[in-house]
């Protein structure tokens, strides 16, 4: 187990390794504030590598602490970015799937012969269900799940999307009759379900990295997603970067939300990115492709 380090133990430790620590006073605030740990992450691309192609302790020469903490100020503000598109993406989505789907019952979330049945012998709605009673349990207290349980002894839909997670309300996506996933994709302008499945993985995990506080700009994206033909600027970019899941946060907002802003505090954001003297990262580790501004996507 490694040694517990106090603050100039860890800034000593970083200057043996080659890190310039020429605010001496911000950089003490900011592992007091983020935590070495937190802040590996961000200069770890300044790190150099070996001949083998392993990464060694030492830095790159004119890395300088403020470097990584500027990274990091660059991502949280780009985390909050997402959460805020995300989240008006995520009640979007629960309210379409509560109103198509409860147009067949009530409590069609709970009647597995409304599914589409491969997944109800594969086992996978039976997993659902389990995991929506988990959020039931623990949403137990609030009112309106204490109210819609005594009143009528289970949720209806559109009180249930309510308290499942974005990974929760993909997977029950997924299980709905395609003729429903089509038209709630479609509202949107993307092709068809299976895209539409494959976007809200994506922004499932990109969510929750932004919410837990996880690294995110240049993340790689586990749940990747593919663009339909006719979005040929986006399917240029790559799909494990997340600047890719930018670009389909901000087609989808085009649809859902056509007078928001959100593109050009995102455009304003990623202009804002640090540029280190030594050119250790650029905006292209998150993915972004030279021309961009100039797309459709971003323009208005």
């Not at 690294?215 to 494990?240: C, F, G, M």
Request: proline share 4%; hydrophobic share 40%.
């Amino acid at each position: 187990m490694k040694n517990w380090k106090s603050i100039d133990d860890q800034l000593g430790l970083l200057k043996s390794r080659g890190m310039a620590i020429s605010e001496p006073i911000r950089a003490k605030k900011a592992l007091e504030r983020f935590g070495y740990y937190r802040l590996s992450g961000y200069w770890y691309p300044f790190k150099q590598a070996n001949d083998d192609g392993t990464i060694s302790d030492q830095f790159i020469p004119d890395t300088h602490m403020s470097d990584a903490v500027d990274l990091y100020v660059f991502d949280k503000k780009l985390r909050l970015l997402a959460l805020d598109a995300l989240e008006r993406i995520e009640l979007a989505l629960q309210v379409d799937v509560a109103y198509r789907f409860g147009r067949r019952d009530a409590c069609a979330h709970l009647k597995p012969h409304l599914l589409q049945q491969k997944f109800v012998m594969n086992g996978r709605y039976k997993r659902w269900e389990e995991r929506y009673r988990s959020f039931e349990t623990r949403s137990g207290k609030a009112a309106f799940v204490k109210h819609n349980k005594q009143a009528y002894g289970e949720l209806p839909i559109w009180v249930a999307v309510q308290i499942l997670d974005f990974g929760a309300l993909s997977h029950l996506f997924e299980m709905l009759p395609m003729d429903i996933q089509t038209k709630i994709a479609g509202k949107y302008g993307i092709l068809n379900g299976k895209f539409m499945i494959q976007w809200m993985r994506s922004f499932s995990q990109v969510r929750n990295a932004s919410a837990h506080h996880e690294r995110l700009w240049n993340s790689h994206i586990k749940d990747h997603a593919s663009v339909p033909p006719q979005l040929l600027e986006i399917a240029q970019t790559d799909q494990y970067q997340v600047f890719r899941y930018f670009c389909l946060m901000r087609f989808f907002l085009k649809q859902l939300c056509p007078q928001s802003k959100w593109h050009i505090r995102l455009r304003d954001h990623l202009h804002s990115f640090p540029q280190p003297k030594n050119g250790a990262v650029t905006l292209k580790d998150m993915g972004v492709i030279d021309g961009w501004e100039d797309w459709d996507l971003w323009r208005g």
